[in-house]
């Protein structure tokens, strides 16, 4: 595939559940960003990959987020213990070069909607 | 710091009205400008960005904004609104090697 994907596209979890969303950025992207997008909201950074430079974790809202990029590729978003407030879109991106190109276009993929219940 | 402001979560008008969307912005250096656009059910997709050069962008599906220093705004602008234009659209900016911050987000609407 040519684009930004995710998956699952919807998850619905109990409160107090761990969840995992995945996504897989565009092939040969070094950056890949995570986003939240609550109803209403605008668009909350989480966190930021770029190559193998240690992640920018400054979005997480708590310790219960955390994130990993394998190989320099596909990323996972943990939440752990979710919580109602975390019911969300949880967009990921990607782009060719990190933010030291100010003006990389970073690609979106669909997102996953996260319910908990 | 950086911030966005969008002026009006919803907007509507009527099919073949113009359509304005407004975004201030603030920063502490030159930024990098971009609007965004989400259909119902689908990812984000740049519409459009400044960078340098011409303040005058022109973008996909025939928007274009306009980038206003004195006014620190960067409002979005089509001639003749589609029904197809109906969506969520997104203002944001970055600043050199700083994260990209995005406005709350303003819906269109299109009227028949």
């Known amino acids: 595939g040519a684009g930004v994907s995710q998956s699952p596209s919807n998850k619905v979890t109990e409160k107090g559940k761990d969840v995992e969303l995945r996504c897989d950025p565009i092939s040969g992207h070094t950056a890949l960003y995570w986003y939240r997008q609550s109803l209403g909201q605008g668009l909350e950074f989480l966190i930021y990959f770029q190559g193998n430079s240690a992640p920018d974790k400054s979005g997480l809202p708590s310790d219960r987020f955390s994130a990993e990029r394998t190989g320099g590729s596909v990323s996972t978003l943990t939440i752990q213990r979710t919580q109602q407030e975390d019911s969300a879109v949880y967009l990921c991106a990607s782009s060719f070069g990190g933010l030291a190109g100010g003006d990389n276009e970073q690609f979106f993929g669909p997102g996953t909607r996260l319910t908990v219940l | 710091a950086q911030s966005v402001t969008q002026l009006g979560s919803h907007v509507s008008v009527s099919e073949g009205a113009l359509v304005l969307l407004r975004c201030n912005y603030s920063?502490?250096?030159?930024?990098?400008l971009f609007w965004y656009v989400q259909y119902p059910n689908q990812g984000l997709q740049l519409l459009l960005k400044?960078?340098?050069?011409?303040?005058l962008v022109k973008g996909i599906n025939g928007f274009e904004a306009e980038f206003k220093k004195s006014e620190t705004s960067f409002h979005l602008t089509k001639p003749s609104a589609h029904m197809s234009d109906a969506a969520e659209y997104f203002c944001?900016?970055?600043?050199?090697?700083?994260?990209?911050?995005f406005g709350s987000g303003t819906r269109l609407s299109i009227r028949p």
């Open positions: 400044y960078t340098t050069g011409a303040t």
């Open positions: 944001a900016v970055r600043s050199s090697a700083s994260k990209i911050i």
């Open positions: 920063s502490s250096v030159p930024p990098y």
